[in-house]
């Protein structure tokens, strides 16, 4: 089956850090890559819409300049988490879809991000 | 506003027992609905799916209901292993919304021997 890998699964770093995180389709293409964030005990909230070759898409209250994203090829996107502070802790995951209608969106492991 | 209602936040199932998680939404527009499994500390993992121009659709143990008129769909395991614990989140979304999903908040299903 379709997988994506995402890379780191955990970071821990001081206040003021950027934070780079790869997500990767590895046996398909993807157009389109999903970032979510998730607090405990809660679901998974969609901030952005990656989208290969132009701007990312977010969602409503997520700061774009806060949370870059980079989608650079069909296969890779990137969320950096620009000057990071502890309310950035969170779990985020990104997801992929291949590129045909009704394919189901599939996750990565995920990243622990953790701000000091 | 919550597009997608997973009212129940736990259930538990005995063992071979059904396992019966409820999922109900909002928007008249979706017509991608899914099913993902999430352990602690992992992202979540595809399960099942349904169109909106159907009302079930069945995997090996898992099937999945869709009751447009009523705008819910449920998830039906059986029978329940112990492995099958883990939260479950439903996911909906639209094809003229750019194909994003909304999730529900979770069930956690708890199977016990």
């Known amino acids: 089956g379709a997988v994506v890998s995402q890379h780191p699964s955990r970071v821990i770093c001081k206040s003021g850090t950027s934070v780079k995180i790869e997500c990767r389709s590895l046996?398909?293409?993807?157009?389109?890559m999903f970032w979510y964030r998730q607090f405990p005990k809660q679901s998974l909230m969609l901030m952005a819409t990656?989208?290969?070759?132009?701007?990312?898409?977010?969602e409503q209250g997520v700061e774009k300049d806060k949370f870059l994203i980079n989608h650079a090829s069909l296969t890779l996107s990137t969320l950096t988490v620009t000057s990071a502070h502890p309310e950035d802790s969170s779990f985020y995951i990104c997801?992929?879809?291949?590129?045909?209608?009704?394919?189901?969106?599939?996750f990565g492991d995920g990243t622990r991000l953790s701000i000091l | 506003d919550q597009q997608v209602k997973q009212n129940s936040p736990s259930l538990s199932v005995q063992e071979g027992r059904i396992s019966i998680l409820n999922c109900d939404y909002t928007?008249?527009?979706?017509?991608?609905f899914l099913w993902y499994k999430k352990y602690p500390a992992e992202g979540p993992t595809f399960l099942i799916s349904?169109?909106?121009?159907?009302d079930k659709n069945e995997d090996g143990r898992f099937t999945v209901f869709l009751n447009k008129s009523a705008k819910h769909l449920s998830l039906h395991i059986v029978p329940s292993q112990p492995g099958d614990s883990a939260v479950y989140f439903c996911?909906?979304?639209?094809?003229?919304?750019?194909?994003?999903?909304?999730f529900g908040q979770g069930t956690e299903l708890s199977v016990k021997p």
């Open positions: 349904i169109s909106s121009i159907k």
């Open positions: 928007n008249s527009m979706f017509d991608y």
């Open positions: 046996d398909f293409q993807a157009t389109t």
């Open positions: 990656s989208n290969e070759g132009s701007k990312a898409t977010y």
């Open positions: 997801s992929a879809r291949e590129d045909l209608s009704n394919q189901p969106q599939h």
């Open positions: 996911a909906a979304s639209a094809y003229n919304q750019g194909g994003k999903l909304i």
